[in-house]
């Protein structure tokens, strides 16, 4: 009985100290949504609750945008890319850790160096192709560059994922007469479905929360994602505070939503990468 009541009274401390973690993270979280609550004369209070509350940020920020267009242009950028991101990444991931193919592994280590190269230091002379192709303010223009720019990280997870596999598991396809596209389809993509889990989330939340590029690609006010909007709302001699943090807590009440129905998919997908060899 002793050992069991040991159990018990450390799960209840780990409990509560998750409990104040959680608490200390929740403060931003709690604080944004508090100042999209405001009046303009509270909007500077230093209290993390104040009275009364105002819904007028969320109804300025409804009526001021077509939020509807708006949102959808987001939700097509996001889950285009997301759809191309694992589809490009898992079948490379493929051709490099089971069929091995003749110069994947080249191509697995340029795209690897990649990942070196800083965002700011593209964005020129992506402008300056996006601009030649004539895929300023249109999806394809935002869609090609993030799908880009996810796929050597996720090709990296889906790579070590596919490694650490039983390779009897492929062989025996092989046997049974199952070809590259039958192994990749039946085989291995449910070997790796916790890191697709993960991938798809991980990617939809970077590029639902991007800004830099949608900033320089998208220039029509009907082509703007949600994250260009809080711009308008802050500035060095025009700021709506409470506006500003309303739209804030609008853009990420989706990803909230979307973590919280697929948590334990998520972290099961990450605790399970960080076993891999």
Known sequence: MMPLT????????IHAVLFIVLGFWMVPQIYMLSIGL??????????????????????????????????????????????IVV???????FACAILRLKGSIFLYTTLL????????????????????FGWVNTYIGLILPY??????????????????????????ARVDGCNAWQTYWHVAL?????ALVFVTIWQFIVTWNEFF???????????????????QYSGLYMANPGALFAILTLIALPLILLYVLVQRAFVRGLLAGAVKG
């Open 6 to 13: 040991r159990l018990r009274i450390r799960g209840m401390l």
């Open 87 to 93: 589809a490009v990444s898992s079948l490379f991931a």
């Open 213 to 231: 590029l949608a900033l320089i690609v998208l220039t029509k006010s009907e082509m703007k994602t949600l994250t260009i909007v809080p711009m």
């Open 147 to 172: 799908a880009a720019l996810g796929v050597p990280f996720a090709m990296v997870i889906l790579k070590s994922f596919m490694e650490d596999a039983p390779r009897e598991l492929f062989e025996a």
């Open 38 to 83: 405001r009046t303009p004369a509270q909007a500077f209070d230093a209290e993390l609750f104040t009275w009364p509350v105002t819904f007028d940020n969320f109804v300025t920020v409804i009526r001021d945008n077509p939020l509807g267009a708006i949102f959808l242009n987001s939700l097509i950028i996001t889950v285009a890319t997301v759809v």
């Open 190 to 194: 449910p070997l790796v479905r916790p």
């Open 113 to 132: 160096t990649t990942l070196m190269v800083p965002l700011a230091s593209m964005v020129l002379p992506l402008a300056i192709l996006l601009q030649n």
